[in-house]
């Protein structure tokens, strides 16, 4: 979110009419004196109550208060409007005696009031406002009214002086400056351009994230398709590999010596072991899931799949016969061997040292019913190794 903000304040800053501009408008001191006709009391009132108009000169003006004559024109909109000044003559008007013209909001622009009010020599305009609105005071654009002191004042204390004029009361008025306020605000043409803007950021973050995960949801679909086909081409490849059935007191195996090097248990009659083409075995069990993993022999990490010649690429399967010259290959495992043709009869003497996996991997392996498993059924007669060795061209010795 801050970063939001700081990239819309730099559009802010950089936008021309964008900048913020501020208002600078002075309150009025209004100060009224009038004499009580039936005490005889001077009585006075002053209280910071007006606001001097935007185009107002900020100066202080003094003189009686006048009103329009008619009922029907308080608001000072008519042209020839005829104004009453109790306690001065229509001479000392006529010859420029200050008086001050006392109005009505509304009916008109304030410049026509205050320009109306100028024709009949009044120094200084003083408008008050509608009763809805109550003592506040509002803004007033009144460009073109010369050097005419305008301000705005309160419906209360607008008609608090009308009635003593209507008294026929002589009101004499006091107008100084007084706070000066800054008020800091946005253009409207501003607002809408950050508006604009930041909805424009917005769409464009939201495609940007639609692009996003859409390419991420191809990709992932790719690799998956991918390693399902490799993980079928793999099972195919693990297919091809000889099994044997251990039987008891089989020449050259020593049962209670020899172990898988992959749980660390020993071959026991009727166990079922996968035969790798660097002559290492493994119960099927546990060497079909690792194979399906990793590829290797856990012994010498020779890449089997490559081994029966299947190469499994990422993109494509590319498939290529299991090479014949596995079908007269001999085995020999520690003192294990298997005499596959009567010329061969060399006996290899290989390691028997186990694998960094650990025996609760091996369990977990065995334990897995699933796809592991069903690699290859589970061989019930002593012809498993028969059968497997049919469909991979490849002769078993039991």
Known sequence: MRSWLCALSLLCALYPGSSSRSLEWFTALVRTEYTEPLSNAT???????GRYGDSSPKESVQGLVGFPRDPGQLGGCHPDVQYAVPGMTARAMEEGEPWIALVARGGCTFKDKVVNAARRRASAVVIYNEAKNGNGTVPMA??????????????????DIMELLRRNIPVKMIITVGTRHVQEFISGQSVVFVAIAFITMMIISLAWLIFYYIQRFLYTGAQYGNQKGNR???????SQLQLHRVKRG???LDIEAENCAVCIESYKPKDVVRILPCKHIFHRLCIDPWLLEHRTCPMCKLDVIKALGFWVEPEETLEIPVPESIAGSSLSVGTLSFAQ???RSEINNLPTSSPGDTLQQCNSAKEDAGETTALLDDPGSEDVS???AQNSGVPTAL
């Open 250 to 252: 089989e020449k050259g």
């Open 142 to 159: 009144h460009i073109g009214t010369g050097n005419t002191v305008v301000i705005m004042v309160g419906y209360p204390k607008g008609m």
């Open 341 to 343: 043709e009567e010329n």
């Open 386 to 388: 028969g059968e497997q």
């Open 232 to 238: 079928k081409e793999t099972k195919k490849a693990i």
């Open 43 to 49: 009585v006075l009132g002053t209280t910071e109550s």
